[in-house]
């Protein structure tokens, strides 16, 4: 298990751009594939974005893929969500998760570590 604090969140207008910050307490953080998710008031928490452990291969949900860049820097045990073009629809609670893997999976149930969520939220 590895601890996980978001931050970054915030109120944005549509077009804005906010970055995400995922900061570990493990050393060993570079062994986790990192995952972005985000929830809306009402919806099941759903993949945003993932990266391996090197970083070297990342993926994206079709909905964010073109407009948001996941990248980690393990020196900083910190992966980053860069999120442009943002919309009305991508507000919502963005959680960063942790899985001792090498290739992340896209669903909830492949991480086992969570942080506590940053509220994005996006004005029309």
């Known amino acids: 298990q590895v601890q996980l604090v978001e931050s970054g969140g915030g109120l944005v207008q549509a077009g804005g751009s906010l970055r995400l910050s995922c900061v570990a307490s493990?050393?060993?953080?570079?062994?986790?594939?990192v995952g972005w998710f985000r929830q809306a008031p009402g919806k099941e928490r759903e993949f945003v974005a993932a990266?391996?452990?090197?970083?070297?291969?990342?993926y994206y949900a079709d909905s964010v893929k073109g407009r948001f860049t996941i990248s980690r820097d393990n020196a900083k045990n910190t992966v980053y969500l860069q999120m442009n073009s943002l919309k009305p629809e991508d507000t919502a609670v963005y959680y960063c998760a942790a899985a001792r893997t090498l290739v992340p999976g896209r669903t909830p149930a492949d991480f086992g570590s969570w942080g506590q969520g940053t509220q994005v939220t996006v004005s029309s």
């Open positions: 493990k050393r060993s953080f570079s062994s986790y594939a």
């Open positions: 990266i391996s452990r090197s970083g070297y291969s990342t």
